[in-house]
């Protein structure tokens, strides 16, 4: 019996036909003091599809490689502005075995957008948990902080992203499929 198997419930109702998403509590997306942007979308931007589920958070992960993802941090929130950003987002870990660089890859996005990758450590830590899911047709997604994005003069501050994620063996949630 896998690590899935043991979490997920036994007890698994009819089909629905039809795909639902549901909506993620605590994602209200904000910028900093004083700024405008496009932090204040509709709730819909926070739906998961019935794919994803949601894991636990409680620690601090980082993200690496985020300043090669300029572009889709300016789609995600906005264009650059005085105070910057502070946005809590949903981002969701995609593992990818076929990384020339390297085999644990777990690649970040949010919004369909990729952001990043979990540093090699977290994510030789999280392949399991990525590669179950994904041999049930399942992502994992956890909540995010995007923070940078100021502009004030010469000063330009980059995007960055930590992830509130558990421990591997922690991550998981119970869940009803």
Same mark, same amino acid.
């Given at each position: 019996? /896998?690590?899935?198997?043991?979490?997920?419930?036994?007890?698994?109702?009819?089909?629905?036909?039809?795909?639902?998403?549901?909506?993620?509590?605590?994602?209200?997306?904000?910028?900093?003091?004083?700024?405008?942007?496009?932090?204040?979308?509709?709730?819909?931007?926070?739906?998961?599809?019935?794919?994803?589920?949601?894991?636990? !958070?409680? !620690?601090?992960?980082?993200?690496?490689?985020?300043?090669?993802?300029?572009?889709?941090?300016?789609?995600?929130?906005?264009?650059?502005?005085?105070?910057?950003? %502070?946005?809590?987002?949903?981002?969701?870990?995609?593992?990818?075995?076929?990384?020339?660089?390297?085999? %644990?890859?777990?690649?970040?996005?949010?919004? !369909?957008?990729?952001?990043?990758?979990?540093?090699?450590?977290?994510?030789?830590?999280?392949?399991?948990?990525?590669?179950?899911?994904?041999?049930? /047709?399942?992502?994992?997604?956890?909540?995010?902080?995007?923070?940078?994005?100021?502009?004030?003069?010469?000063?330009?501050?980059?995007?960055?992203?930590?992830? %509130?994620?558990?421990?591997?063996?922690?991550?998981?949630?119970?869940?009803?499929?």
């Amino acid at each position: 019996m /896998g690590l899935l198997d043991k979490l997920f419930k036994s007890n698994q109702g009819p089909a629905d036909d039809k795909p639902q998403s549901r909506a993620v509590k605590g994602t209200q997306s904000r910028a900093v003091k004083g700024t405008q942007s496009r932090a204040t979308k509709p709730a819909a931007s926070h739906e998961l599809p019935p794919n994803v589920v949601m894991l636990n !958070g409680g !620690g601090r992960v980082e993200v690496v490689g985020e300043s090669q993802y300029e572009d889709a941090f300016t789609r995600i929130c906005g264009p650059r502005c005085r105070e910057g950003y %502070d946005l809590t987002v949903v981002a969701q870990l995609v593992s990818e075995p076929e990384s020339p660089y390297d085999p %644990d890859a777990i690649r970040v996005e949010v919004q !369909g957008l990729h952001v990043g990758y979990l540093a090699r450590p977290a994510a030789k830590a999280f392949k399991p948990v990525a590669e179950e899911l994904a041999s049930r /047709g399942l992502t994992g997604a956890c909540l995010g902080t995007v923070r940078g994005g100021w502009e004030r003069g010469k000063d330009t501050g980059g995007y960055g992203i930590a992830l %509130d994620l558990a421990a591997p063996d922690k991550a998981i949630r119970p869940i009803d499929r």
